[in-house]
């Protein structure tokens, strides 16, 4: 699993947690039904305390990401009724946070879509027009 | 509302004239990682030491919870204080057999290749402070009290330190208390932070909140402001100004305001020498 | 955790052992070499009991030793245990061990008393017990053994110090106050007689109990700190603080007493009034000396019942040791020397009516020991020349036993000393006895017999006789007053009324002064004179001085309450000279606050000295 947490900005680690692994199930790099590590074992990991990972856990619990059962372990559900607006929601809050890092930055609005259509040119040329 | 393991009443120590603990009152629920920096010799690890039971306080009270067995309290001072001559295979024996428990198990050791037979006198404070873990874990902490140990690790001793704990927590539930003022590795753990000064704490938040209070600005010129200012330092280049405590209107004023990781956050707050203000801070 | 406390213990009495047989094996070899087995068993005893105090020393500056050195304080004080379980455990073994060796010492005593003698049982378990106190008290300081030996003995010197300090100031208070009346002259017999006889103010005692309890306050205190135990931290503190108190205001109580701030009380019990207007008194160990001027100070006499004896210009009395030696002591007040003019030796004791004649050359001693009434009493003489030398020349005159009643008198008659006695057995045998220890029937005496200034007087059924001797040296009746005398001693008279003054005898009868006129024989009864009505009634409580230099005899009477009255006596007729009001009331309390002789009078009044001379009564205030 490819998760980094950031200490540096505001959002609490379990959020991060849950929202990169919300990720990583969206964009199937977490397969449905794939087994998800034991708290204390991400925990470790990450260096995180476990009661973070448990709260992500819930999180995603909540949000119908995860599934656990007792004894067995977790494992990631990918949701098919909420994937498209999650998807959606997911991409307007990284949109929001490029602006603000951008905006802080001092650049205007005509500057980011300019960058972005370049970095996308870019990607895309890179990866093979996905 | 989780159940209140330990809380503290008024606890107050002095020695002699100097006043090290000022009415500090206290409440650590089940479960909770707690991290308690401050500068050197504010009394923090003190403050550990009465909760262990090692000094009694002046004026106060330790209140455990009721069900609380005094076997299940671990505490690892800062002195990794044990009896030297002795084996390392009889201090555990010792250890389990004052503490009534049914074996103390090894790995730890046998990770960093401590051997029984090996007097505790010839262990390295690393190593000892990996010993001194192996015994605190083998009673099943409910609380765990750690006092600054981690400078004296190496990397990897560190990580088997950090591994145990979350283990700990994990499966027990335990709730944890940390010296730390050193932060190395350990700072995600720590769910809430505790900030000693002159015997009391100035600080007492969620990790997730404090970082949510606390920014950086940026200057290279002065910066006269109205904004709160904790601390602030000056290089030759750059005029550092940290704000606490924060709060999201503040962006209008146009500056930029960086996030801090902890360890940053405690910094300023210990170079600022923040003091506490009567009221309860914007809560 | 019992099981580590008493493997250290254990270790510890091994250590403590090695030494033992070390030194006894020393002394072994010792005895190889030098064959002297006495010696070796005296070594073996002295080491023995040199290590036997050591161990509960070792035992107690062990307490915390482990953890001192080995850092495990506080490892120690977060188990799950508790306090005083912890210190039970430290302490059990040891205390356990401590007893252990007590038995082995009690049954060895025991099994042979006469040689492991070295001190009874009691006080030993009492001395392991404080020094064991004693040593916990420091074991929170120390960390090595060797240097905690160090700091232990240094403070048990310092504490032995200031406890001997404390006892010395203690005592000498206790002696310029005059409240030691005891005889002592050895350390050992002066802390008996300490503590038997000694009044110390209450303060004094409970002070020095308190600096004494100061040790063990301090062991309280510091385990129960070190460990936290919060009662004893509390008993500890208070017991500290009062201590503390007491040992701050203590040095300023000695220092008072040292300063002798205090009024001055005499606390002597003698004074003489010499010929020059001074006044000796006796106080403790000390001469002090008074005139008007000023005091002066001797220092060196003993602490003895004083009892006045001689006269002229020194002052004798009588120092008393100890129980077995007595010395006569001349004091010579203008050059305030000392003598040593005879010393009795054990089996050797003054008794009532011994008779002391001193002049320039020598001390003439004459006791007399009574028998009883079957056997007959003996007559001891007794010359101690002493010639300005310390060391007395005792050369006895004669030991007789003689069949005596009582020493009637003594004279010198032609530079030949005799002495006369009476028997009664012969009935009433007036007989002489010369230095030589010749005896010689005189004369038959019906009731008493006196002898004054050459003559002597018997008192008879039918007449009194007065006797003289003649240039040959024999007895001659020169005259006869015809009368029932029946003179008697009155009871709780300081001195015999009978004496003589120049011509005159005095002598009572009943309650009845009454005169014999030695030169013009002829008895009359004393009149009292004006003002002197109530001493009649007194007479027999009177003091009366009589003096046997053909100087005026006074005396003194209480009249009023609190009140003297002096008279003298001329041609059989008292007269009032003078009345001093001396402020204390009853006779016991008069006798206590005052003194005469030939030269006069001393009175102390609310604790200052006041001399009346003779013959006017002239008051001189002494300093």
């Known amino acids: 699993m490819d998760i980094r947490i950031d200490q540096k900005t505001p959002i609490p680690a379990y959020l991060q947690l849950v929202q990169s692994i919300k990720l990583q199930i969206m964009t199937g790099r977490i397969k449905d039904g794939d087994h998800l590590p034991p708290i204390r074992d991400l925990a470790k990991y990450l260096r995180l305390n476990p009661n973070t990972v448990a709260r992500a856990y819930d999180g995603l619990e909540a949000e119908g990401f995860l599934e656990s059962r007792v004894g067995s372990g977790s494992w990631a559900k990918l949701p098919k009724a909420k994937t498209d607006s999650l998807r959606l929601g997911l991409l307007e809050s990284e949109c929001r946070t490029l602006l603000e890092k951008a905006f802080a930055l001092g650049f205007h609005p005509e500057e980011i879509i300019k960058t972005i259509d370049k970095v996308m040119h870019h990607e895309e040329n890179r990866t093979g027009n996905r | ?283 | 955790m019992k099981q580590k406390e008493r493997r250290s213990v254990a270790k510890l009495t091994l250590i403590w052992a090695f030494f033992l047989l070390l030194t006894a094996l020393i002394s072994f070899v010792d005895l190889l070499i030098s064959r002297n087995l006495g010696a070796f068993t005296e070594r073996l005893l002295i080491g023995t009991q040199v290590f036997i105090l050591v161990y509960p020393v070792m035992l107690g500056l062990s307490l915390f030793m482990d953890e001192q050195k080995q850092k495990g304080m506080e490892y120690l004080l977060s188990l799950p245990v508790s306090r005083q379980r912890i210190l039970w455990a430290k302490l059990a073994p040891r205390l356990a061990a401590l007893a252990i060796s007590l038995l082995v010492y009690a049954s060895i005593s025991l099994v042979d008393p006469g040689s492991f003698q070295f001190m009874a049982p009691l006080p030993f378990i009492l001395v392991n017990l404080v020094l064991f106190i004693i040593a916990l008290s420091l074991s929170l300081w120390f960390d090595r053994l060797l240097i905690s030996f160090l700091g232990f003995g240094i403070g048990l010197l310092v504490y032995a110090g200031l406890a001997a300090a404390a006892f010395l100031v203690a005592f000498q208070y206790a002696l310029t106050q005059g409240l030691v009346i005891q005889y002592v002259k050895t350390p050992r017999s002066l802390l008996e007689n300490l503590v038997s006889s000694l009044e110390l103010p209450p303060w004094v005692t409970v002070a020095s109990f308190t600096i004494m309890l100061a040790p063990f306050a301090g062991a309280f205190w510091a385990v129960a700190r070190r460990l936290d135990i919060r009662s004893c931290r509390m008993a500890g503190l208070y017991l500290r603080r009062f201590s503390l108190t007491l040992a701050v205001t203590l040095p300023l109580a000695v220092i008072l007493m040292v300063l002798n701030i205090r009024p001055q009380r005499f606390g002597g019990n003698f004074f003489y009034l010499t010929a020059d207007r001074q006044v000796l008194e006796r106080k403790g160990d000390r001469l002090v000396i008074h005139t008007p001027e000023s005091v002066r100070i001797m220092k060196g006499l003993g602490h003895a019942q004083t009892i006045p004896l001689g006269d002229g210009d020194g002052w004798v009395y009588l120092d008393r040791w100890s129980a077995d030696e007595e010395d006569i002591v001349r004091v010579q007040p203008r050059t305030l020397k000392l003598e040593v003019a005879y010393r009795f030796r054990s089996q050797e004791t003054l008794t009532q009516g011994s008779f002391f004649y001193l002049d320039d050359q020598a001390l003439f001693l004459i006791e007399e020991k009574s028998g009883r009434q079957s056997e007959a009493n003996s007559l001891k003489a007794s010359v101690a020349v002493s010639a300005g030398n310390r060391v007395p020349l005792v050369r006895k005159i004669r030991e007789e036993k003689v069949a005596f009643q009582r020493l009637i008198g003594f004279d010198e008659w032609q530079r030949r000393r005799f002495w006369l006695s009476r028997r009664y057995s012969d009935g009433g045998i007036v007989q002489r006895i010369w230095e030589d220890g010749t005896v010689e029937k005189l004369t038959r005496a019906g009731g008493s017999a006196f002898y004054h200034g050459g003559k002597l007087v018997t008192f008879g059924d039918m007449a009194a006789s007065l006797y003289e001797w003649d240039e040959t040296g024999a007895l001659q009746k020169r005259a006869e007053i015809p009368g029932r005398f029946n003179p008697r001693f009155p009871r709780r008279s300081r001195l015999p009324l009978q004496k003589g003054v120049g011509q005159f005898l005095i002598f009572q009868e009943g309650s009845n002064p009454l005169c014999l006129d030695l030169i013009q024989p002829a008895v009359t009864p004393v009149s009292l004179g004006p003002g002197m009505d109530r001493a009649r009634d007194l007479f027999s409580q009177a003091l009366v001085y009589i003096d046997d230099q053909s100087r005026p005899v006074y005396m003194t009477v209480a009249d009023q309450p609190g009140e003297l009255v002096f008279s003298r006596l001329e041609d059989c007729t008292w007269q009032l000279v003078g009345r001093i009001a001396i402020g204390v009331t009853g006779w016991k309390k008069i006798h206590d606050n005052f003194w005469n002789n030939s030269h006069g009078v001393v009175v102390r009044k609310r604790g200052r000295l006041h001399a009346f001379l003779y013959p006017d009564l002239r008051q001189i205030t002494l300093k």
Not at chain 2, 257 to 267: A, G
Request: with cysteine.
């Open chain 2, 1 to 283: 509302m989780k159940k209140i393991v330990l809380e503290t009443a008024d606890l107050a120590v002095a020695f002699g004239k100097k006043q090290v603990l000022q009415g500090i009152s206290v409440q650590f629920p089940a479960g909770e990682s707690v991290l308690i920096a401050g500068k050197n010799g504010t009394g923090k690890s003190t403050f550990l030491r009465v909760l262990a039971g090692v000094i009694r306080p002046d004026r106060g009270k330790v209140v455990w919870a009721d069900d609380m067995d005094r076997r299940r309290i671990g505490f690892i001072s800062d002195s990794l204080s044990c009896f030297e001559d002795m084996t390392v295979s009889a201090g555990l024996d010792l250890h389990r057999r004052l503490y009534e428990l049914d074996g103390v198990p090894r790995p730890l050791l046998d990770r960093v290749h401590i051997d029984g037979k090996q007097k505790i006198r010839s262990l390295s404070l690393g190593e000892r402070a990996i010993f001194h873990l192996t015994l605190v874990l083998a009673q099943k902490p409910v609380v765990l009290m750690i006092d600054e140990i981690i400078h004296h690790m190496d990397a990897y001793t560190r990580e088997l330190l950090i591994e145990a704990l979350i283990e700990t927590v994990d499966s027990l539930g335990t709730t944890v208390l940390m010296i730390n003022h050193t932060f190395h590795d350990v700072e995600r753990i720590p769910e809430r932070v505790l900030l000693m000064k002159d015997g009391r704490f100035v600080v007492d938040e969620k990790t997730e909140s404090l970082q949510q209070r606390v920014k950086k600005v940026t200057m290279e010129t002065d910066w006269s402001t109205d904004l709160p200012i904790l601390f602030q330092r000056d290089s030759g280049y750059f005029h550092e100004y940290y704000v606490y405590p924060f709060t999201e209107e503040m962006r209008q004023n146009g500056s930029a305001f960086q996030d801090l990781t902890l360890p940053e956050i405690l910094k300023a707050f210990i170079g600022g020498s923040y003091e506490a203000k009567r009221t309860p801070l914007g809560r």
